[in-house]
């Protein structure tokens, strides 16, 4: 049997503005609890949007998210036009980053933030074209579907 | 612990939330990493942070922590404080550095997350 999609919604994201980082993300955690997805879920889902969006802010021109709900699961697909993650499993590795100085006093760049994602993922998947862009793609299964 | 005598512990001005102090605190994330906070945080916490700027504020609503105590008497942003009443999360600052508030609240028997 299919997954029911019950919602897909998609979301601009604008490179190097700082006063919105994070906008997506806050009007992505109102949508899915509007949906009426349990806190835990919601939360592991929101820290995954928050992070990449910061992400595509720091580092990418543009990016744009998608949110598609099903019945059993959340997929969030982060794209962006930015400079591409040459050595992903170097960039998995907690602690490592190529954070400026100025990212780091946002207070973001300290090496956590793909693992983070990793961490609040059911499966995640990172595909990067260096000099491209990077599309992060992170699935959280519902409770009964676990 | 409630976060009023957090408050009067801590020598805190409230910013948002005044009508919120009777929120019961049992741990506390404290940092100035954001990541850090959203990696250890497991809701209802306080979180102790010297960030001031836009982005400390999402974090503590994304971690949903219970409170954001500022230190070293930094003073947000009004529109860091507006969105902080908006999502209904006490916001307070005190003249402390991060090593005495940690250590203060410590002692009254307040854990950290890990």
Same mark, same amino acid.
């Given at each position: 049997m299919t997954a029911m999609e019950l919602l897909r919604e998609c979301y601009e994201i604008q490179g190097k503005?700082?006063?919105?980082?994070?906008?997506?993300?806050?009007?992505?955690?109102?949508v899915l609890r509007d949906l009426g997805i349990d806190a835990v879920h919601l939360r592991r889902l929101v820290i995954v949007a928050f992070e990449a969006e910061m992400n595509v802010v720091m580092y990418a021109q543009r990016g744009t998210m998608t949110l598609i709900v099903t019945d059993e699961d959340i997929n969030l697909e982060t794209t962006d036009e930015g400079p591409g993650i040459p050595d992903i499993e170097l960039a998995l590795q907690v602690g490592y980053s190529t954070a400026s100085d100025e990212m780091r006093e946002m207070g973001f760049g300290f090496g956590m933030?793909?693992?983070?994602?990793?961490?609040? %993922? /059911?499966?995640?998947?990172?595909? %990067? /074209?260096?000099?491209?862009?990077? %599309?992060?793609?992170?699935?959280?299964?519902l409770p009964a579907h676990e | 612990m409630k976060l009023s005598e957090i408050k009067d512990l801590l020598q805190c001005e409230v910013l948002a939330g005044e009508d919120d102090?009777?929120?019961?605190?049992?741990?506390?994330?404290?940092?100035?990493?954001?990541?850090?906070?959203?990696?250890?945080?497991?809701s209802r916490e306080l979180m102790i942070t010297g960030l001031t700027n836009i982005q400390s504020?999402?974090?503590?609503?994304?971690?949903?922590?219970?409170?954001?105590?500022?230190?070293?008497?930094?003073?947000?942003?009004?529109?860091?404080?507006d969105i902080a009443r908006q999502k209904r999360i006490p916001v307070l600052v005190t003249p402390m550095v991060m090593f005495d508030i940690c250590g203060i609240l410590y002692n009254r028997g307040l854990k950290g997350v890990s």
């Open positions: 503005n700082f006063d919105k980082a994070g906008e997506v993300s806050g009007e992505i955690k109102v933030g793909l693992p983070n994602m990793k961490k609040n %993922s /059911d499966e995640f998947r990172i595909e %990067s /074209d260096v000099g491209k862009g990077t %599309s992060v793609f992170s699935k959280i299964r | 102090l009777s929120v019961d605190i049992q741990q506390v994330v404290a940092s100035d990493g954001m990541s850090e906070i959203l990696a250890f945080a497991k504020i999402r974090t503590a609503d994304v971690a949903g922590v219970s409170a954001v105590i500022y230190c070293r008497g930094k003073r947000p942003d009004k529109k860091v404080i």
